[in-house]
């Protein structure tokens, strides 16, 4: 079977790097700061930074966008870094910093070509699968768990995959996908081909597709690892 990881951004690293590192286990903090149109940065309206927040912490408030996380803090606390830029000038003003969703839009789909997988695999090198009401799944992203070697276990449940009708023009799936929202823009996360084509050709025929992600206690991985 090939596995890859494609295209993640530096958010989506620092999120998931927060939350195994255990930072997400802190609890919430609310900061009065200023945001700038167009700018990444966040000053605290009384620096410095709030010790309390971490990298990979969510952000809400005023005129930060959706899925923001703190990517980076100035050393001396003089100000934040968010992944995304905000909307408008605005503050001083209460911004909240807690847990945040390692993954935005978390979405499983079928793909019927036979790609050379690569770290640098992208959507657009997947033809998607196409009988009748074939669609993604979203998928949903559960707490993390450890097992018992240490390792950190992320379930994201399963996906059903069924023809609505007869295809009229069959193509064998060979394997499934996962992608997501990162930083704005659906990205290629996971790709595995399956141990033999599935043919989804009747009403009757469907597959289930149960995805873990799991982080090795000695791997590292996008700057993870379980025991650092």
């Keep these: 079977m090939s596995k890859l990881k494609a295209q993640v951004s530096d958010a989506f690293l620092a999120s998931v790097d927060g939350a195994i590192r255990g930072d997400m286990a802190a609890p919430p903090v609310a900061m009065t700061g200023n945001v700038s149109i167009g700018s990444p940065t966040m000053t605290p309206a009384i620096p410095p930074v709030d010790p309390g927040i971490k990298v990979g912490m969510a952000v809400a408030g005023t005129d930060v966008p959706p899925g923001t996380v703190v990517v980076a803090i100035d050393p001396g606390g003089a100000n934040l870094t968010m992944s995304q830029n905000a909307t408008a000038t605005h503050g001083p003003d209460t911004y909240a910093f807690g847990q945040a969703e390692l993954f ?75 992608q997501a929202s990162v930083g704005g823009a659906d990205a290629l996360l996971y790709t595995e081909f399956f141990d033999s084509p599935v043919n989804l050709v009747l009403a009757t025929d469907a597959v289930d597709v149960s995805f873990d992600g799991m982080v090795s206690n000695a791997f590292v991985w996008g700057g993870l690892c379980a025991l650092c």
């Design 104 to 178: 935005f839009g978390l979405k499983m789909g079928l793909f019927t070509n036979n790609p050379s997988l690569s770290n640098n695999t992208v959507l657009s090198d997947l033809t998607q699968a196409g009988y009748p009401g074939y669609a993604l799944a979203a998928l949903t992203v559960k707490p993390v768990r450890k097992d018992a070697n240490g390792n950190y276990i992320e379930d994201y449940g399963s996906a059903h995959f069924q023809p609505t009708s007869t295809d009229p023009t069959p193509l064998a799936v060979l394997g499934y996908f996962v």
